[in-house]
């Protein structure tokens, strides 16, 4: 059995940052594609951030591009999103997900995977 725990989201200021953790156990990260996806009130779910295990290729929405970075830590077997320059309209619940079978590519946003965190809400508000 796949779990998958985020956490790092809370509250900030407009342009703060946060780094937001996914530590997963049954199944080992560095063999497998993984993202970050999130998902407003009233708002449809977004991918954000796409992480491949082959070559550490990355995928980002238009939305978040050049502020944040998904990144692997195969030691910890966990995957980062770091945050910087927040905007208000990143307020949302952030998700990891994975499973065996998913994969990375441009629309790595329209597919959902099989294993899912339990979410950790982040605000930026002034």
């Known amino acids: 059995q796949v779990q998958l725990v985020e956490s790092g989201g809370g509250w900030v200021q407009p342009g703060g940052s946060l780094r937001l953790s996914c530590a997963a156990s049954?199944?080992?990260?560095?063999?497998?594609?993984a993202a970050w996806f999130r998902q407003a009130p009233g708002k449809e779910r977004e991918g954000v951030a796409c992480?491949?295990?082959?070559?550490?290729?990355?995928y980002y929405s238009d939305s978040v591009k050049g502020r944040f970075t998904v990144s692997r830590d195969t030691a910890k077997n966990t995957i980062y999103l770091q945050m910087n320059n927040l905007k208000p309209e990143d307020t949302a619940v952030y998700y990891c997900?994975?499973?065996?079978?998913?994969?990375?590519?441009?629309?790595?946003?329209?597919?959902?995977?099989?294993?899912w965190g339990q979410g950790t809400q982040v605000t930026v508000s002034s």
């Open positions: 049954g199944a080992t990260l560095a063999y497998i594609d």
């Open positions: 992480l491949k295990n082959v070559d550490d290729e990355t």
């Open positions: 997900a994975t499973d065996r079978l998913f994969y990375c590519s441009d629309s790595f946003s329209q597919r959902s995977p099989h294993y």
